[in-house]
């Protein structure tokens, strides 16, 4: 029987930072207990600009760096392979 993930839900994270306790609704991916410690991401200046680091923060720049890398490959080749100016 295949399991199915659960989707994110938006939780309330709490942290301390230099300027005192700091709370803010984030969505944590995988979903985490209640409880559990994750890692907060927060600009010192403005701490209420926080955000939960998680995998998922990466996956468009991961797709969109694929997708370049895919076309620089295929413009090079031809390139290398003088298909461009015939």
């Known amino acids: 029987m295949q399991q ?3 989707p994110p839900r938006v939780s309330t994270i709490a942290f301390s930072s230099p300027r005192g306790q700091i709370e803010f609704e984030g969505v ?8 559990a410690v994750v890692k907060v991401l927060f600009n010192p200046d403005d701490p209420s600009q926080a955000c939960v680091d998680s995998p998922t923060r990466w996956i468009g720049v991961l797709f969109v760096g694929v997708l370049g890398a895919g076309f620089a490959g295929v ?5 290398f392979f003088g298909l461009f100016g015939r």
Do not use: E, K
């Open 28 to 35: 944590v991916y995988p979903v985490q207990r209640t409880g």
């Open 4 to 6: 199915r993930a659960q």
């Open 75 to 79: 413009g090079g080749l031809m390139t």
